[in-house]
C-alpha cells in the first residue's frame, strides 16, 4: 500500500436524521433495541422502506419479546420531527405494514451454540469486515466525515432544542466537507455544503448564516479560513423532503455510517441487524482494533479486516494495513491480535466482550448509532481504547 499522500483534498458527506434512509435505519434499529430488552438472545434482520405517508417493515425476527412494531416505529418517526401530515409523512397519519416472520432455520443452526456437539456460536453469515483509524482528529477518525457529521447533527440539535428559533428547518438534511491534507493531516477546511429541508417561508440568508455559525462551532479554528466556500441549499429550494421526496431503504448509507470513503467497505450494512450477524460485531470489532493500535501510538493510520464463513467460529483471515506509518512491522502487529491474548476475533467473544446483546444497560442504544455515524462517538464501547499499554508492552515500546 501507499504511504502518506502528497497534498490532496478528500470530501466526505453526512445526512441527518431526518434523511429517508435514516429514518429507515432508525425504525429497524429501534426494533434490534426493543427485542434485546426483553430478550437479549433474540436473531433479528428487520428492513425498513418509507416513502409517502408509508412505512414497510419487512425480515426476519425470531425472539420472546412482545412488541408493537407499528408503534416502535410510529415513535422513532415522531422522535425525529415528522409530524405533520401536510410535509407529505407524518407519524399519526402514515400506513404501517409489517410483514415480519421468523429466521431461517438452516442460518439459526450455524449460529446457534450447541453443547450436546461441542459446537461453539458461529458467524451469522460469510464476508470480510473492515475497521479503519488515524490520528487526524482527537476521535481518530479521518476529519471530513468526523465534521460532516457534526454539522448536521449540531443543526438537528438546534432544531429539536429551539423550534420557535429555528422554526424555518425541516428533519431532513444532507452535508458534504472537503478538507485539505498535508502530510497526511488536515490543514484547512475548503468547502461545505449543507442541503437542509425547509419551510416555503424561510430566506435563504436564515440558512446561510446559521449554517456558517454551526461550521465555526464544530470544525477547529485551525481548519477555518476566510477563503471557505459554502454551497447552502444550492438547487435554491429544499420545501419537499423526507421520505415524501425520495424513498428511503435501511442499509443504503453504508458509507455515511462508517468512515465517509476513507479506507475499504466490506459491503455490509450495519442497521436492524442483531450482533450475531458479523457484519455489525465484527466491524465493530475491527474499529475497536485500529483504534487502539493508533491510539497506542503503533501506527498513524490503520485498516483491520477479518473475514468469516456462515456457522464456523474462528475467524478465516486477518489482515492489518497501516499504509506505510506503523513503528513496528505489520506482520508483529497482525501476530499480536492472534496470539496475544489480548483478543478474541469469534463471534461470540466479541458480542462478550463489547456487551452487544445488552446495550440498554451500558447507556447506549443502536438505534443511536443510526444517525450520525457508527464510529467516532465515545457514547459506544468498541470506541475504547483500553488496550493501549498492554499492546505498547506487547510491541515492546517504551514510555
Excluded at 405517508?53 to 412494531?69: F, P
Excluded at 410483514?99 to 451454540?113: A, K, N
Excluded at 455490509?268 to 482494533?289: H, I, Q, T
Aim: proline letters at 5%; one cysteine or more; hydrophobic letters at 35%.
Amino acid at each position: 500500500m501507499s504511504k502518506i499522500k502528497t497534498p490532496h483534498v478528500f470530501t466526505s458527506e453526512s445526512v441527518a436524521e431526518g434523511h429517508p434512509d435514516k429514518v429507515c435505519d432508525q425504525i429497524s434499529d429501534a426494533v434490534l433495541d426493543a427485542c434485546l430488552a426483553q430478550d437479549p438472545s433474540s436473531r433479528v434482520a428487520c428492513e425498513c422502506l418509507a416513502t409517502t405517508d408509508l412505512i414497510v417493515m419487512s425480515g426476519e425476527i425470531t425472539t420472546r419479546a412482545n412488541l408493537n412494531y407499528e408503534q416502535i416505529a410510529r415513535g422513532v418517526v415522531r422522535d425525529i420531527g415528522y409530524t405533520s401530515a401536510d410535509i407529505g409523512f407524518s407519524a399519526d397519519t402514515c400506513k404501517v405494514f409489517v410483514c415480519l416472520h421468523g429466521q431461517s432455520p438452516d442460518i439459526s443452526q450455524g449460529v446457534t451454540p450447541d453443547a450436546e456437539i461441542n459446537k461453539e456460536q458461529g458467524a451469522g453469515d460469510q464476508g470480510m469486515m473492515f475497521g479503519y483509524a488515524c490520528d487526524s482528529t482527537r476521535e481518530l477518525m479521518p476529519a471530513p466525515i468526523l465534521y460532516a457529521h457534526k454539522i448536521v447533527q449540531r443543526l438537528a440539535e438546534l432544531r429539536h432544542r429551539d423550534p420557535k428559533t429555528y422554526w424555518f428547518l425541516r428533519p431532513d438534511a444532507k452535508s458534504q466537507v472537503s478538507i485539505r491534507f498535508e502530510e497526511g493531516q488536515p490543514v484547512r477546511l475548503n468547502t461545505v455544503v449543507v442541503s437542509h429541508q425547509h419551510d416555503p417561508e424561510m430566506k435563504e440568508r436564515q440558512l446561510r448564516k446559521l449554517v456558517v455559525d454551526v461550521v465555526h462551532e464544530v470544525v477547529p479554528a485551525r481548519l477555518l479560513n476566510k477563503d471557505v466556500v459554502y454551497y447552502i441549499n444550492p438547487t435554491g429550494r429544499f420545501v419537499i423532503g423526507g421520505p415524501h421526496g425520495d424513498t428511503g431503504l435501511t442499509g443504503r448509507k453504508i458509507i455515511v455510517d462508517t468512515y465517509g470513503g476513507v479506507g475499504t467497505h466490506g459491503g455490509g450494512a450495519f442497521s436492524g441487524k442483531d450482533p450475531s450477524k458479523v457484519d455489525r460485531s465484527a466491524a465493530y470489532m475491527c474499529r475497536y482494533l485500529a483504534k487502539n493500535i493508533v491510539a497506542a501510538g503503533l501506527a498513524r493510520k490503520c485498516e483491520v479486516q477479518v473475514a468469516y464463513a456462515i456457522g464456523v467460529a474462528k475467524p478465516l483471515s486477518l489482515n492489518v494495513d497501516t499504509f506505510g506509518t506503523a513503528k513496528i512491522p505489520e506482520e508483529r502487529l497482525q501476530s499480536i491480535i492472534q496470539n496475544s491474548g489480548l483478543f478474541d476475533l469469534r463471534p461470540a467473544a466479541i458480542i462478550d466482550y463489547l456487551g452487544l446483546r445488552s446495550p440498554s444497560r451500558n447507556g447506549w442504544s443502536y438505534r443511536n448509532t443510526a444517525a450520525y455515524g457508527h464510529f467516532g462517538r465515545a457514547d459506544f464501547p468498541w470506541e475504547k481504547t483500553d488496550k493501549v499499554t498492554a499492546l505498547r508492552k506487547e510491541a515492546k515500546l517504551k514510555g
